[in-house]
């Protein structure tokens, strides 16, 4: 499993899956990510439970960036291959 990689313009974004953003939300205090990330705490939830939504590619990415950042198990990079 990869992350994907989504270019707009002259941006570059490593988004992970859908699957792994559910397992890096796991066991986080929402309202903490929210107030991280600049994300409403209702997306949040959404994201954390896999609902499929139109979600933009900055909230993916922030996410992405957070779970990434702030891994619990600093030996999981989400770096999949």
Same mark, same amino acid.
């Given at each position: 499993?990869?992350?994907?990689?989504?270019?707009?313009?002259? @941006?570059?974004?490593?988004?992970?899956?859908?699957?792994?953003?559910?397992?890096?939300?796991?066991?986080?205090?929402l309202y903490a990510v929210?107030?991280? =990330?600049? +994300?409403?705490?209702?997306?949040?939830?959404?994201?954390?439970?896999?609902?499929?939504?139109?979600? =933009? +590619? @900055?909230?993916?990415?922030?996410?992405?960036?957070? +779970?990434?950042?702030?891994? +619990?198990?600093? =030996?999981?990079?989400?770096?999949?291959?």
């Amino acid at each position: 499993m990869r992350f994907l990689t989504y270019k707009t313009g002259e @941006h570059m974004f490593d988004i992970l899956s859908q699957e792994q953003i559910v397992k890096g939300l796991k066991d986080r205090r929402l309202y903490a990510v929210a107030e991280a =990330t600049n +994300i409403s705490y209702p997306t949040l939830q959404m994201l954390a439970k896999g609902e499929d939504k139109n979600y =933009t +590619i @900055h909230t993916l990415y922030a996410v992405s960036e957070y +779970i990434r950042d702030n891994a +619990i198990d600093k =030996t999981d990079t989400f770096n999949y291959e």
